[in-house]
């Protein structure tokens, strides 16, 4: 018989279906017509890993040893016999599911698939040059990722030998002090779960479309938005749909209409956003304390003020946010932190694996890829393209302004515009809305909602000649709202 190298077990792991099969046939293996019965013996498993189908034993690929006995190698080698009965596709342990991604740019969208993609694998390393640099956009076209796994679990345990719940770990160290010295303790260790030898092994296969940032560095949104419809399109349905928040972002109106936009399309494709979940990134496990109570209400309202927008089509009531009458999406948070204890390190282990059982588990929902709905799809006006009619404006009003300071240095009656406000007004036209589309909180009382919806038109507010300057400039036309940017 010929003998499977580790290498092609591992690629074998991570292989469709199809691939699998082949190499499990061209090895000299049948598949057993009772699919939940596991191979226990090599009898029993015509082939098994470190076996042939004659009971000879061989070097285990798993392992490397030649006498090799371990439970963990032959449940690996009783799940690939069993993949398949026949040609009976209802009886493959494989689950599959889709999974769309949106979220701002440098929200973490990149990293947490590169994270999906170290959690199925361990001998994957997570690939650098694919992540966003904090700076620049990275993802440029809507991209589609297979990703694989058997769903690894993992535990802690503490220098006793006792395991470590850290579901718990709060509730157990009552204390903000004793619950960081547990959160980063040094003594403890991460061990993956040993699988019951008596069942498969789980075996997921995910297809993740990973779509460009929203509000991207280089105001290329209008652009990306009918990429990303085309390819969602060519999806069909989603199992889930994340939307991803960097949680230290504070959420401005620009920010708002962007997800009003993608909120009216997913609305438009499916009818509905019950496939929807949130995953706030760059969350500090360390400030997740329940005495912590002013980070957790922050956190709280956030979530709930974005679960409005997808909960109501686009619209944001900010009465019925303050009133709690919405019930907030799924909500998961995740530390990418790189230098992780194991206890910090397992807790962002097991919630990749939520997110991947909570994929596979939800039913697919259908997306209307007729031509009269894509159609629809394509006229819902995108809030970009207003914003580069204002932009265009107020780079305009600037220039002109400019060209006035440079002209009037001598006269003492001329509006003076200082180079700050200039700047403020350039590096501040992205987030430029219309005044009537762009209602902010602070309408309905700024003080309970501090960091929520800002308005993003920059405050020029300094001495009255450069205040005066910009008002003369932005009176030209621009429809800019009641007010120049407070932060909330």
């Given at each position: 018989?010929?003998?499977?190298?580790?290498a092609?077990?591992?690629e074998a792991?991570?292989?469709?279906?199809?691939?699998?099969?082949?190499?499990?046939?061209?090895?000299g293996?049948?598949?057993?017509t009772?699919?939940?019965?596991p191979?226990?013996?090599?009898?029993?498993?015509p082939?098994?890993?470190g076996y042939?189908?004659?009971?000879?034993l061989?070097k285990?690929?798993?392992c490397?040893e030649g006498?090799?006995n371990?439970?963990?190698?032959k449940t690996?080698?009783?799940?690939?016999s069993?993949?398949y009965?026949?040609?009976?596709?209802s009886?493959?342990?494989?689950r599959t599911g889709?999974?769309?991604?949106?979220?701002k740019?440098?929200?973490?969208?990149?990293?947490?698939?590169?994270?999906?993609r170290?959690y199925s694998?361990?001998r994957?390393?997570i690939?650098?040059s694919?992540l966003?640099?904090?700076?620049?956009s990275?993802t440029r076209e809507?991209?589609?990722?297979?990703?694989?796994?058997?769903?690894?679990?993992y535990?802690?345990f503490d220098?006793?030998?006792m395991r470590?719940?850290?579901n718990?770990?709060?509730d157990k160290?009552?204390?903000?002090e004793?619950?960081?010295d547990?959160?980063n303790d040094?003594?403890?260790?991460l061990?993956?779960v040993p699988h019951?030898?008596?069942t498969l092994?789980p075996?997921?296969?995910?297809?993740?479309?990973?779509?460009?940032?929203i509000?991207?560095?280089?105001?290329?949104?209008?652009?990306?938005a009918?990429?990303?419809?085309?390819a969602?399109?060519r999806?069909?349905s989603?199992?889930?749909?994340?939307i991803?928040?960097?949680?230290?972002?504070?959420?401005s109106i620009?920010?708002?209409?962007a997800?009003?936009?993608?909120?009216?399309?997913i609305?438009?494709?499916?009818g509905?956003?019950?496939?929807i979940?949130?995953?706030?990134?760059?969350?500090d496990y360390e400030?997740?304390?329940?005495s912590n109570i002013?980070?957790?209400?922050v956190?709280?309202?956030?979530?709930?003020?974005?679960?409005q927008l997808?909960?109501?089509r686009?619209?944001?009531n900010h009465e019925d946010?303050?009133?709690?009458?919405?019930?907030?999406?799924?909500?998961?948070?995740?530390?990418f932190?790189?230098s992780?204890?194991?206890?910090?390190?397992?807790m962002?282990?097991?919630?990749?694996?939520?997110i991947?059982?909570?994929?596979?588990s939800?039913p697919p929902?259908a997306?209307?890829i007729?031509?009269s709905?894509?159609?629809?799809?394509?006229?819902?006006?995108?809030?970009?393209?207003?914003?580069?009619?204002q932009?265009s404006?107020?780079l305009?009003?600037?220039?002109?302004?400019?060209?006035?300071?440079e002209g009037?240095r001598?006269?003492s009656?001329a509006p003076?515009?200082s180079?700050k406000?200039?700047?403020?007004?350039?590096?501040?036209v992205?987030g430029?809305?219309?005044g009537?589309?762009?209602t902010?909180l602070?309408t309905?009382?700024?003080e309970?909602w501090i960091?929520?919806?800002?308005?993003?038109i920059p405050?020029?507010?300094g001495?009255?000649?450069?205040?005066d300057?910009c008002?003369?400039?932005?009176?030209?036309?621009?429809?800019m709202?009641?007010?120049?940017e407070r932060?909330l």
């Amino acid at each position: 018989m010929e003998e499977l190298t580790k290498a092609e077990v591992y690629e074998a792991e991570e292989t469709p279906f199809d691939k699998i099969k082949e190499i499990y046939l061209r090895l000299g293996g049948v598949y057993d017509t009772d699919p939940c019965k596991p191979a226990e013996t090599p009898a029993e498993a015509p082939i098994v890993f470190g076996y042939d189908y004659e009971g000879s034993l061989q070097k285990c690929d798993f392992c490397g040893e030649g006498e090799c006995n371990k439970s963990e190698c032959k449940t690996k080698l009783a799940y690939f016999s069993h993949i398949y009965d026949g040609d009976n596709e209802s009886n493959r342990s494989c689950r599959t599911g889709s999974v769309l991604m949106f979220g701002k740019t440098q929200a973490g969208k990149s990293t947490f698939i590169e994270c999906i993609r170290n959690y199925s694998s361990s001998r994957y390393d997570i690939d650098e040059s694919l992540l966003g640099t904090g700076v620049r956009s990275k993802t440029r076209e809507p991209v589609q990722l297979v990703v694989t796994s058997n769903l690894p679990a993992y535990e802690v345990f503490d220098s006793n030998e006792m395991r470590i719940d850290i579901n718990a770990l709060g509730d157990k160290h009552q204390d903000p002090e004793d619950y960081l010295d547990a959160l980063n303790d040094r003594k403890t260790t991460l061990r993956p779960v040993p699988h019951n030898p008596g069942t498969l092994l789980p075996f997921v296969e995910i297809t993740f479309l990973d779509t460009p940032g929203i509000k991207d560095t280089n105001g290329r949104d209008v652009e990306h938005a009918p990429k990303i419809i085309e390819a969602m399109a060519r999806m069909k349905s989603f199992n889930l749909i994340i939307i991803i928040i960097n949680c230290k972002d504070t959420p401005s109106i620009s920010h708002q209409l962007a997800f009003n936009y993608y909120s009216k399309v997913i609305h438009t494709f499916q009818g509905h956003h019950s496939n929807i979940v949130f995953l706030y990134t760059h969350v500090d496990y360390e400030k997740c304390h329940h005495s912590n109570i002013e980070h957790l209400s922050v956190m709280r309202l956030q979530h709930k003020a974005f679960s409005q927008l997808f909960r109501c089509r686009g619209s944001y009531n900010h009465e019925d946010v303050a009133n709690a009458s919405i019930e907030p999406y799924l909500m998961y948070n995740i530390d990418f932190a790189k230098s992780q204890r194991p206890v910090a390190r397992c807790m962002r282990l097991m919630t990749l694996r939520k997110i991947l059982t909570h994929a596979v588990s939800s039913p697919p929902v259908a997306l209307d890829i007729s031509w009269s709905n894509l159609q629809r799809i394509k006229e819902i006006p995108h809030p970009d393209k207003l914003n580069k009619t204002q932009r265009s404006k107020i780079l305009e009003a600037t220039r002109i302004l400019d060209q006035r300071q440079e002209g009037s240095r001598d006269s003492s009656d001329a509006p003076a515009v200082s180079s700050k406000c200039s700047r403020a007004l350039e590096d501040n036209v992205i987030g430029a809305v219309d005044g009537d589309r762009a209602t902010d909180l602070s309408t309905y009382g700024r003080e309970d909602w501090i960091g929520y919806f800002p308005e993003t038109i920059p405050d020029c507010s300094g001495s009255r000649e450069e205040a005066d300057g910009c008002s003369d400039g932005l009176d030209s036309g621009i429809s800019m709202g009641t007010r120049s940017e407070r932060t909330l």
